[in-house]
């Protein structure tokens, strides 16, 4: 209990500021980045004073920034900022292009003198992670930001990670790792599975691994990361294009919710670095070439992707083909919407096994009839159970059907290697169940806002890419 008062006594500090720093113009992701490289600062202090060492250059350190003011304290913020971000390792990961988004010296010594009232290096990596967990989380519902584009629902995570089950000694990456919410649920997974010293420091050096291309987002997943106590010395997340990554490294677990469309302007063509891809331009079907490229022979996935995936011509069905043929997609579970903090398209989840051709495919459609809302009816980790428990992981042999003559409503179903040569593709649907709008009057309107928004957004990109030319 007292650690409950005192995480909610902390992120009431934390949110605080924020509407003090919001008045004055300054976003919350751009505040959280900030906190992230302040609180840095604080925990290899006091690191340091405990006579562990600190990993920071002299001349950069939080003692160098804590006593200053004005615009003294503006000029060293920004230049420990620039030193640290040049730096290797762990400092350099978590520093990624930083800069500084508080320019006035009043609200950046605010920030500071939060951090400075508590002892955040002897916290217990649970606490202290679950502080900054919410604090992802509040961040990725500033709709403003986009920052949801980052954030998995920690209810899905948890599901996909519960049935797809990494074991201690196996190596988990996510490709597109976001805030590092997969690696986090998996490492949490894992660490219960065994207490020989040897496989807990290969979990916690060696096992993970994620990436990103945005430096905000790498920022904020190594901090994440290293605040539960993972990569302590060097972050097991990267700041890179996994698209255009050619290594052979390969891992026995994938687990990732990569980002949908098209691939930004000005971006490097994939095709032209990864010359065994079916070319095309949409994000989400590199992503399942680069994840399908990625796991070893026997190894397991369980990767959300859009409708689009399982039901496009064209190269997507060369993708699907190559998937099919090469892997088991053994389970897709259909996902509702309203679960994300992003507007999003109509998902799936789907695991497949490499090393197998696929044959029969289960489906669990939790979407058909099934409304969430963030606000009001957001989806829990224990309305995904049916289907944790349906999926009998370690044991698929022991599945059996929901559905039936006799219950055709039944979530579950078998769809036969027959069924699947017979389907034209893989959106698999068979209930017949009414589905009744429950929004309240509020929440239509916050849809409608949302996607007038995305609209407007979508003008602005177009009249950009036109230079400016108007109709």
């Known amino acids: 209990m007292t650690n409950q008062k005192s995480e909610s006594a902390l992120l009431n500090k934390v949110w605080n500021i924020a509407n003090v720093l919001a008045a004055a113009g300054v976003g919350f992701t751009d505040y959280i980045t900030q906190l992230t490289y302040i609180l840095f600062l604080k925990m290899d202090d006091e690191k340091e004073k405990l006579g562990l060492g600190s990993s920071i250059p002299d001349g950069y350190k939080w003692k160098d920034l804590a006593e200053l003011s004005g615009q003294d304290l503006i000029d060293k913020y920004e230049e420990i900022l620039k030193e640290l971000s040049d730096t290797d390792g762990l400092i350099g990961t978590i520093f990624t292009k930083a800069t500084n988004k508080i320019d006035r010296p009043a609200m950046l010594a605010k920030v500071i003198e939060m951090v400075s009232e508590e002892n955040w290096y002897m916290m217990e990596g649970d606490f202290k992670g679950a502080i900054y967990e919410s604090i992802l989380e509040k961040n990725g519902q500033d709709k403003k930001s986009g920052a949801g584009q980052y954030f998995t629902p920690r209810s899905l995570i948890s599901a996909i990670v519960d049935v797809v089950d990494p074991k201690i000694t196996e190596t988990v990456a996510d490709p597109c790792c976001g805030t590092g919410g997969f690696l986090l649920a998996a490492y949490e997974h894992m660490k219960t599975q065994s207490k020989d010293i040897e496989r807990q420091k290969f979990l916690k050096n060696d096992a993970l691994s994620g990436a990103d291309n945005t430096s905000l987002v790498v920022t904020l997943a190594s901090m994440n990361l290293y605040l539960h106590d993972i990569g302590i010395n060097k972050s097991p997340i990267a700041y890179k294009d996994s698209l255009i990554d050619t290594s052979d490294k390969v891992y026995d677990v994938i687990m990732t919710n990569p980002p949908f469309g098209t691939r930004p302007q000005g971006s490097v063509e994939v095709s032209a670095n990864r010359l065994e891809f079916i070319k ?182 177009l009249k950009e890419l036109l230079g400016g030319i108007e109709a």
């Not at 190269?315 to 903090?341: A, C, Q, W």
């Not at 006799?406 to 169940?433: Q, S």
């Open 280 to 461: 095309t331009s949409d994000n989400q079907v590199n992503f399942l070439q680069h994840i399908m490229s990625i796991v070893r022979t026997g190894g397991r996935v369980g990767v959300v992707l859009p409708d689009s995936v399982l039901t496009d011509t064209g190269s997507t069905e060369k993708v699907r083909e190559k998937l099919m043929k090469d892997f088991n997609l053994h389970t897709i579970l259909r996902l509702p919407t309203g679960i994300f903090y992003a507007n999003g398209v109509k998902t799936n989840v789907l695991f497949f096994e490499k090393g197998e051709p696929t044959k029969d495919i289960w489906v669990y459609d939790y979407r058909t009839g099934i409304k969430h809302t963030l606000a009001t009816k957001p989806m829990t980790r224990a309305h995904l159970q049916e289907f944790v428990d349906c999926y009998c992981s370690g044991h698929m042999e022991d599945r059996k059907q929901t559905y039936s003559e006799e219950n055709p409503n039944g979530r579950w179903r078998c769809f036969t290697e027959e069924d699947v040569k017979k389907a034209d593709n893989l959106d698999f649907k068979w209930l017949d169940l009414e589905e009744k709008d429950e929004r309240t009057i509020t929440e239509v309107l916050d849809d409608m806002q949302d996607e007038s928004d995305g609209i407007a957004a979508a003008v602005a990109s």
